[in-house]
């Protein structure tokens, strides 16, 4: 049986790319250091901070919430968990059982915005209604329901649990198409814009899938193992991040140059044309004075709801312990 290049204990993971083998425990800390290192270089997160982590129920929130839950000490800063139920079935019913569970074990607070509760339908009924695909409406959505949520609890950022797959995937597929706005969004952190939006962090950038899989698992972490309904096996993004696999298996260790490259490198990438204002409606962020959440729900419900949603956040907050 093969053994921890650290300790010679039985090893459980081999990271080719660092050319170690680890046991569980240097496992662990290999993978909380990473997300440590990645926390100080781009400054995601600063002293008395207030962070609201961003959780599916799934591997990868579990493991932000779990190596965050961690950090937290030594950086000192706040925590709170949010969970958006999209109303996508079962599936969503799984999703904010296993978010429950979660925020349960590692004793954190946990605030649930559900989508058929705010706006009368779930993400499925809102895209047919819209006529539009399921993730860019879910996409729309979500951001607004987190930032809103931020501003409304005055947090100081927003994690997600973005990975280093995700990310290359998002990454090769802006240069393909050459919509290189898109690279700029990658980076780790984007700053907060007073009253408009809050910064937006991804602490597990640099976090292999499979090494975020392996971290939730280890540890012990409740997570739901489906994927979405409304993903497909057939789109660019799946096939792009086989590809970025397969040439991981060959070059290990391709995945973390291009991201830590992205990371390094996505301010040099052009921005948008146009200066963020105020919604007319809902007063956070947009570009040309109507925010696509409030163009949405103008479409699909009549209104723009942006401001009754943010309201409805307003007291759910004030009546929980966040
Ligand atoms: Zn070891
Ligand atoms: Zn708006």
Redesign the pocket.
């Known amino acids: 049986m093969a053994k ?1 290049s ?4 039985p090893a459980v993971a081999e990271v080719r790319y660092a050319r170690l083998r ?2 569980r ?2 496992f662990l800390e290999f993978v909380e250091r990473k997300v440590e290192r990645a926390v100080r270089e781009h400054h995601m997160i600063r002293r008395g901070e207030k962070v609201v982590a961003a959780i599916s129920g799934g591997k990868d929130s579990a493991t932000l919430a779990g190596v965050l839950a961690r950090l937290r000490e030594r950086l000192g800063f706040g925590l709170v968990l949010a969970h958006i139920d999209l109303g996508i079935g079962e599936y969503s019913v799984r999703s904010r059982r296993a978010s429950e569970r979660l925020a349960d074990e590692l004793g954190l607070p946990l605030l649930v915005l559900s989508v058929e509760e705010l706006l009368g339908d779930g993400v499925p009924r809102l895209a047919m209604k819209a006529r539009r695909p399921a993730c860019s409406v879910c996409g729309i959505v979500k951001r607004y329901l987190l930032n809103a949520l931020a501003i409304e609890a005055r947090a100081d950022r927003v994690a997600t649990g973005h990975n280093a797959d995700d990310i290359a995937a998002y990454a090769l597929k802006a240069f393909l198409t050459q919509n290189l706005e898109d690279l700029r969004k990658q980076k780790p952190a984007t700053p907060s814009i007073e009253g408009l939006a809050v910064s937006r962090v991804k602490p597990l950038y640099s976090v292999y899938e499979k090494e975020s899989y392996l971290y939730a698992l280890l540890r012990g972490l409740p997570f739901y193992h489906e994927e979405c309904p409304h993903a497909r096996l057939t789109s660019l993004d799946f096939h792009l991040k086989e590809m970025i696999n397969k040439l991981e298996s060959r070059h290990p260790g391709i995945k973390l140059q291009l991201v830590r490259g992205l990371a390094r490198n996505a301010d040099r990438y052009p921005g948008e044309d146009w200066e963020p204002v105020p919604c007319r409606h809902c007063g956070l962020i947009s570009y040309g004075g109507e925010c696509s959440f409030c163009r949405l729900t103008s479409r699909v419900k009549g209104e723009p709801l942006g401001g009754k949603v943010r309201g409805k956040i307003r007291s759910l907050i004030e009546g929980s312990h966040i």
């Open positions: 921890c650290l300790c010679g204990a680890l046991c425990e240097h």
